[in-house]
């Protein structure tokens, strides 16, 4: 869905005139943007490559968007996922409802889109807080996206591009354990073909970079699954 670590949304909205015009707000706003029509398609999308937000349409033909939400919501592997969902239904009862199925924000129609893109960035935030300049921190390391700096002991490291995209991503999330292919979807993104060993070549690379003025080895290689950081 991404390349070089750009944030990602899935747009589900059964509405092609409606979708398209988020799609293109939300490109505007920097987001790689995902699309689908029903329930069906989005679920599918999912499982191919996890979103970093879904904005999620209630009323859709077949699977609807609410049980969509309830689904994802009762899987560990996308739980996590801040799903917005948007509705017509402005009854308090029905926004409960939303609420309680897991949705992490729900948005009535007709919405101002400035809004929608508002409370869009606001769980970008929250789940990608490097996207927002905020500076990344993890034992005695610090990473300032925003001038592309890393510093281990108040000591600046080198690192090559994909290297400090990896640990970006391994520092927006510590403890998550990162399969080689999720990080080969985040880092390099997934229109490009990269055999899954290359992932095993940066990690080296990080891991020497990391510890090129002393200091333990913060990286985690957990057996059969991926890597982690701490």
């Not at 987001?31 to 069906?40: L, M, P, R, S, T």
């Not at 939400?69 to 899987?75: E, P, S, V």
């Not at 300032?144 to 994909?162: I, N, Q, S």
Request: charged share 30%.
């Amino acid at each position: 869905m991404s390349s070089h670590n750009q944030p990602t949304v899935l747009l589900v909205e059964d509405e092609p005139a409606q979708r398209e015009v988020l799609a293109y707000n939300l490109e505007a706003e920097g987001f790689a943007v995902a699309q689908a029509g029903d329930g069906e398609e989005a679920m599918m999308l999912v499982d191919e490559a996890a979103p970093d937000i879904i904005i999620l349409d209630w009323m859709m033909p077949n699977l609807s968007g609410i049980e969509v939400c309830r689904r994802l919501k009762m899987r560990p592997e996308t739980r996590n996922i801040p799903i917005i969902l948007l509705s017509a239904r402005a009854e308090e009862v029905d926004r409960v409802r939303g609420l309680e199925t897991g949705a992490d924000d729900y948005v009535i129609k007709p919405y101002s889109v400035l809004e929608l893109m508002a409370r869009a960035r606001a769980q970008l935030r929250r789940v990608r807080p490097s996207t927002a300049g905020v500076v990344l921190e993890f034992g005695d390391i610090r990473l300032d996206p925003e001038t592309h700096r890393v510093y281990r002991a108040d000591k600046v490291l080198k690192l090559g591009p994909t290297e400090f995209r990896l640990l970006t991503t391994f520092m927006e999330k510590p403890g998550r354990v990162w399969s080689r292919e999720a990080l080969l979807d985040r880092v390099w993104g997934r229109d490009i073909y990269v055999d899954t060993r290359t992932v095993d070549v940066h990690i080296g690379r990080l891991r020497k970079a990391l510890c090129q003025h002393g200091g333990e080895d913060p990286l985690r290689t957990v057996r059969g699954a991926g890597y982690a950081l701490g």
